[in-house]
């Protein structure tokens, strides 16, 4: 389970930190009972996003039946994937 508060706090801990490579790491030791997966957003496909920002969204995942899957269900919700946006080059 996640609460939005968690969700939160986890958006907040994404948006202050430039660097992608080392924020999963950080998550999983600030939040040790979540599973954190990182990827490009356009990786994403068939999900909304639980939390949308400018540069990332974060979408919920459930692998209570030993494979994951995205949900929508906070109750159900075992962990988050970081998907970054990137940013126009034009």
């Known amino acids: ?8 706090q ?5 948006g202050t930190q430039q660097d992608s490579s080392i924020v999963v790491g950080l998550l999983r030791s600030e939040f040790p009972d ?4 990182y990827c490009m957003d356009d990786d994403v ?9 400018k540069f990332f969204n ?7 039946n ?3 899957s995205f ?14 946006i990137e940013e126009d080059s034009e």
């Open 1 to 8: 389970m996640i609460t939005q508060q968690q969700l939160d």
């Open 71 to 84: 949900t929508q269900d906070m109750q159900t919700a075992t962990g988050v994937v970081l998907a970054e």
């Open 34 to 37: 979540l599973h954190f997966t």
């Open 66 to 68: 030993h494979c994951i």
């Open 58 to 64: 974060l979408y919920l995942i459930d692998k209570s």
């Open 45 to 53: 496909v068939e999900t909304e996003p639980a939390f949308e920002d």
């Open 10 to 14: 986890i958006a907040q801990v994404v």
